[in-house]
Each structure stands twice: as C-alpha cells, then as structure tokens.
C-alpha cells in the first residue's frame, strides 16, 4: 500500500528555530495531511492540503506540495519546547479516503 | 468538539488470553478505524467499518476481528492474544460531509502488553 516516507527520522534543535520535515510519496494523491503525536497519545490534525494546492499556512505552521516530486514540507516557524512531538504525513489511497501514514519525525525543541 | 475515546490506556494481558479493546465516537460518525503503531512502523491500519455491522480488512488483519453492532462503538478483539500483539492501539473516526471528509480523530490510545 502506498505511504508517505517522513525525512529526517528525528531531529532535534533550539528553542526558537525553525524546523522542517519532509515527506515523499509513491503514486498521485488527492490530499495529504500532517499530524502531531505527543509521547504515549493518540494523534491530532494539524493541516490538510489538497493536491491542487501548493502552500498553506495555520499559525506558525506552513506546509508545502509539490505533486511534480511527491513531496511535501511541513515548516514550524519560532519552534517552543511545547512543539516536541512526532510529526506524521498521510497520504490518501487512491481511489480511497483512508489515509495511509508514514513512519514519523521525531522533534525535539530544547529550551 | 468530537471526541474518540478508548476504553483503557494501559492494559496487560497473558498469551492465549482473549483480549476486547473498545473505541466509542460521540458524533455520530459513519466510519471508524482500528490502527496499530509500532517503533520504526508507523501507523498500520489493522481492521475499518463504514456502517453498523459492515467491515473491511486493512493491512494487517491477521490474528484480529472486530465488532461494530452500534454506531459509536468499535471494538477490536484479539481472539488468542500472543506477545507479537504488543503494541500501541489507535482508533480513529473521521467526519463525514465535514468539508474535510479524510481527516481522521483519534482517541488517545491503548498501550497494550502481552506477556
């Protein structure tokens, strides 16, 4: 089944910097989504882009398509401690609305 | 706000035991999935139900079975735990005619050990 890969594994930086994962994909999507897991909890949405969109921004979040590469960034601008987490891109199947997820970023803010 | 929740958050059972892990939706919600997360295998879609009494397999079915006799409520069931079945249990459920139809809910997770 097809699923998103994230890049880097982990990361980790300061307070304050930004941080920016990535993620490829295989086949043609319709949408693709980025989530927050905190450590031991289930995982919240944080954006949904679809595939005729190539930027959007929530907060301090800005994401980015590119479809001529199967990619996708997930950019958080002024990272906080509270921004430690593991970031998930899912990818929709096709011909199907179930999201299939990749393995995760994992961030680490230090204050 | 919909909320997804789970029956337990920690859970320790032996091998051969069987092994009932309930998810309930308070939305009203059509779908519901069952995924298992695993360190270095993401999230992996185990069993789903677009109705009452309707099922689909997911990716890695085997040594499962679930339950959807009422709208809100989505069990999963290992019918003969083994130690393989150590893991973290998501459920999920996504909104339907939301405006965002793929966005998915999750509970806060089962962390299950099987000895």
């Known amino acids: 089944s097809q699923q998103g890969e994230e890049d880097p594994q982990a990361l980790s930086i300061q307070e304050g910097e930004n941080a920016t994962m990535n993620c490829s994909y295989k086949t043609s999507i319709n949408n693709l989504q980025w989530y927050r897991q905190n450590s031991g909890r289930g995982l919240v949405h944080l954006i949904l882009?679809?595939?005729?969109?190539r930027e959007k921004h929530s907060g301090r979040l800005r994401v980015t398509l590119d479809t001529s590469k199967k990619s996708s960034s997930l950019l958080i601008t002024a990272s906080r401690a509270a921004d430690t987490a593991s970031y998930f891109c899912?990818?929709?199947?096709?011909?199907?609305?179930?999201?299939?997820f990749g393995r995760g970023t994992s961030l680490i803010v230090h204050p | 706000d919909v909320k997804v929740t789970q029956s337990s958050r920690y859970l320790v059972k032996r091998t051969g035991e069987k092994v009932f892990l309930e998810c309930v939706q308070d939305m009203d919600h059509e779908n519901m999935f069952w995924y298992r997360q695993d360190p270095g295998l993401g999230l992996r879609l185990i069993y789903f139900s677009y109705d009452v009494k309707m099922k689909e397999k997911g990716d890695i079915p085997e040594g499962y079975s679930v339950s959807r006799e009422k709208k809100e409520r989505f069990s999963l069931i290992l019918e003969s735990a083994s130690t393989n079945q150590t893991s973290m249990y998501l459920c999920a459920s996504p909104p339907r005619g939301s405006g965002r139809p793929d966005t998915q809910y999750f509970g806060p997770g089962t962390r299950l050990t099987v000895l």
């Open positions: 882009i679809r595939s005729n969109e």
């Open positions: 899912a990818t929709d199947r096709r011909g199907s609305y179930i999201p299939t």
